[in-house]
C-alpha cells in the first residue's frame, strides 16, 4: 500500500467500512495456503472496488485473474439484484477453495467462475457488452488484454487495472523485467488513447480507472 506509514494505513482502515467477516477469513486463509499471497486485494482496496461498483450499477462485470476471489466477491457485493461477475483464472488449483468461498459468502449464484486463458474464454462469454473489466492478471500481457477487452466494454463503461504502479519500478529506470515493462507500456497506451479518460491512483500498488467515451 503506498502510505507514508504504517499509522496512516491502520488510520485509514479504522475510519472505513468494515471488512466482511467472510473477506478476512479469506484473506487469512489466502496467506496461510497461498504462494504470492500479497496479490490477494485486501480491505481497503476491496472497500474501493465495491464502492465503484455501487456508483457505476453495473449489470455485467468481467474480471481477468481470479487468484482466490477476494476482489470478485467485492464486486459481486456491490452489485444489484440480477447483475453478474465472471471471472477468469489461469490457474485450475485453487478452484475448489475460489468456488467454495463464493458459496460461503452467498454469491455463488452471481459470480462465475471461468478457468483456462482469457484470450479463449473472453469471446465465448462477451455476447453483451461489459459494464466493468477489472484487470489484474499476467502483467506481461497487460496491452493485450486492453486490446481485447476495449471493444466489449459499452460506451460509458470502465475498465479498472491492478497493479500500475508495480512496487515503485514505473520510475526505477533499473528495472527491466517482463512484468515491469508489460505495464509500462500498459501505462503508455493507455495514457495515449483518446477514446478513454483515466486516471491512476496511489492505492496500494496502483490502480487506474478508465472511462470509455460515449
Known amino acids: 500500500m503506498l502510505l507514508t506509514d504504517r499509522d496512516t494505513e491502520r488510520y485509514i482502515?479504522?475510519?472505513i467500512d468494515a471488512e466482511p467477516a467472510v473477506l478476512a477469513e479469506l484473506n487469512r486463509t489466502t496467506h496461510v495456503r497461498c504462494l504470492y499471497s500479497n496479490m490477494c486485494s485486501g480491505h481497503l482496496q476491496g472497500r474501493i472496488l465495491k464502492m465503484l461498483v455501487r456508483m457505476i450499477r453495473p449489470r455485467r462485470v468481467l474480471e481477468l485473474g481470479t487468484f482466490t476471489?477476494?476482489?470478485a466477491l467485492c464486486l459481486a457485493e456491490g452489485m444489484e439484484d440480477g447483475g453478474e461477475v465472471h471471472t477468469v483464472e489461469i490457474n485450475d488449483?485453487?478452484?475448489d477453495m475460489i468456488e467454495g468461498y463464493f458459496e460461503k459468502a452467498g454469491y455463488g449464484d452471481r459470480i462465475h467462475l471461468h478457468v483456462g486463458d482469457a484470450s479463449e474464454i473472453v469471446p465465448l462469454i462477451s455476447g453483451e457488452p461489459w459494464d466493468i473489466v477489472f484487470i489484474d492478471a499476467n502483467k506481461r500481457s497487460y496491452c493485450e488484454y486492453y486490446r481485447m477487452v476495449l471493444p466489449l466494454v459499452r460506451k460509458g463503461g470502465f475498465i479498472i487495472a491492478d497493479n500500475t504502479l508495480w512496487y515503485g519500478k514505473m520510475t526505477d529506470g533499473s528495472a527491466h523485467d517482463a512484468q515491469t515493462?508489460?505495464?509500462?507500456?500498459?501505462n503508455?497506451?493507455?495514457g495515449a488513447d483518446v477514446s478513454v479518460e483515466k486516471v491512476i491512483l496511489p492505492l496500494r500498488d496502483g490502480l487506474t480507472i478508465i472511462w470509455k467515451r460515449d
Open 188 to 190: 503508455k497506451m493507455v
Open 13 to 15: 482502515l479504522e475510519h
Open 93 to 95: 488449483e485453487l478452484t
Open 69 to 71: 476471489g477476494y476482489s
Open 181 to 186: 515493462l508489460g505495464i509500462m507500456e500498459f
